[in-house]
């Protein structure tokens, strides 16, 4: 009689996941950063016929109440996907989560990882446009960014936007578990500029072949960044991305350059490469 269950079991997996189609462990995670451009990212990969992603952000190795539901739960929020196919899922909380590259590297010491960054000074300034926007919605009371920022004057480190820029402190923590050429960097910088030379790259480390083509990219000039045509049908990004920030005095904007250029150096230092940071000519729009 067990026999005949686990034979009718069987006919029930083949009936409802034909052409070997199931839920699989993710071989690819987006690991941050939050504000980075994690959304415009999977989106993009999506576009390729080999890729399949998790609809919403997992906080299976960062939130313990997930975490403690253990890997059946985690595959079961995890798509359908044929043999062959890449599953992608993004959360990007954790990155700077210090005890996730441990459980990471426990489920799957090969799993490929992308991490995309942008400006240090941009990512705080767009993290704090998100909370100013939810508050605002919410009619709750918000504090100007000044006040958030400073400290009798100096940088405040309790803000957890500006720790979350300090980018070289948590990739040292994932490169204990993780070598370098497991993690690959997306410019999110460029990505918003020019998407396509930025994909061609996530293509390439994740062994896929070459299938996203610049034509599944134009710019939107109403909404003032690259929306997506796949098949002939055009989707933008929501209206949350991409929102104006609050404007931003010469003066702050200027110590928030100057803090970060030590975090930055040694950041290029860690993965020996550089980015364009740390030019105050690229953000004029924050400037009184």
Same mark, same amino acid.
């Given at each position: 009689?067990?026999?005949?269950?686990?034979?009718?079991?069987?006919?029930?997996?083949?009936?409802? #996941?034909?052409?070997?189609?199931?839920?699989?462990?993710?071989?690819?995670?987006?690991?941050?950063?939050?504000?980075?451009?994690?959304?415009?990212?999977?989106?993009?990969?999506?576009?390729?016929?080999?890729?399949?992603?998790?609809?919403?952000?997992?906080?299976?190795?960062?939130?313990?109440?997930?975490?403690?539901?253990?890997?059946?739960?985690?595959?079961?929020?995890?798509?359908?996907?044929?043999?062959?196919?890449?599953?992608?899922?993004?959360?990007?909380?954790?990155?700077? #989560?210090?005890?996730?590259?441990?459980?990471?590297?426990?489920?799957?010491?090969?799993?490929?990882?992308?991490?995309?960054?942008?400006?240090?000074?941009?990512?705080?300034?767009?993290?704090?446009?998100?909370?100013?926007?939810?508050?605002?919605?919410?009619?709750?009371?918000?504090?100007?960014?000044?006040?958030?920022?400073?400290?009798?004057?100096?940088?405040?480190?309790?803000?957890?936007?500006?720790?979350?820029?300090?980018?070289?402190?948590?990739?040292?923590?994932?490169?204990?578990?993780?070598?370098?050429?497991?993690?690959?960097?997306?410019?999110?910088?460029?990505?918003?500029?020019?998407?396509?030379?930025?994909?061609?790259?996530?293509?390439?480390?994740?062994?896929?072949?070459?299938?996203?083509?610049?034509?599944?990219?134009?710019?939107?000039?109403?909404?003032?960044?690259? #929306?997506?045509?796949?098949?002939?049908?055009?989707? #933008?990004?929501?209206?949350?991305?991409?929102?104006?920030?609050?404007?931003?005095?010469?003066?702050?904007?200027?110590?928030?350059?100057?803090?970060?250029?030590?975090?930055?150096?040694?950041?290029?230092?860690?993965?020996?490469?550089?980015?364009?940071?740390?030019?105050?000519?690229?953000?004029?729009?924050?400037?009184?």
């Amino acid at each position: 009689s067990r026999n005949l269950l686990l034979l009718l079991l069987l006919l029930l997996l083949l009936l409802l #996941c034909p052409n070997g189609t199931r839920q699989r462990l993710p071989q690819t995670i987006i690991i941050g950063v939050r504000k980075g451009g994690t959304r415009a990212l999977i989106e993009m990969l999506s576009l390729h016929g080999d890729v399949v992603a998790a609809r919403n952000e997992v906080h299976f190795f960062d939130w313990e109440s997930n975490f403690e539901r253990g890997l059946s739960w985690y595959v079961s929020q995890m798509p359908l996907s044929l043999p062959g196919q890449l599953t992608v899922e993004k959360t990007p909380a954790y990155f700077t #989560c210090s005890q996730v590259p441990q459980r990471l590297h426990r489920m799957d010491p090969n799993v490929k990882l992308l991490l995309i960054l942008r400006d240090p000074t941009e990512r705080v300034l767009s993290d704090y446009t998100q909370v100013f926007y939810n508050r605002l919605q919410k009619h709750k009371q918000y504090h100007p960014i000044e006040s958030v920022l400073l400290k009798d004057g100096e940088m405040n480190l309790d803000y957890k936007a500006l720790n979350r820029s300090l980018y070289y402190l948590h990739m040292q923590n994932w490169l204990q578990y993780f070598p370098l050429g497991h993690i690959h960097i997306v410019d999110g910088d460029r990505l918003i500029e020019d998407p396509f030379p930025e994909m061609k790259k996530v293509e390439k480390f994740l062994g896929l072949s070459p299938q996203i083509n610049a034509s599944n990219f134009y710019f939107n000039k109403t909404k003032g960044f690259y #929306c997506l045509r796949d098949h002939g049908r055009e989707r #933008c990004l929501h209206s949350s991305k991409g929102r104006a920030h609050p404007e931003v005095s010469r003066p702050l904007l200027d110590q928030l350059y100057s803090f970060f250029h030590e975090p930055n150096r040694k950041f290029f230092q860690l993965v020996g490469r550089t980015f364009n940071w740390n030019d105050t000519t690229r953000f004029q729009k924050y400037h009184q």
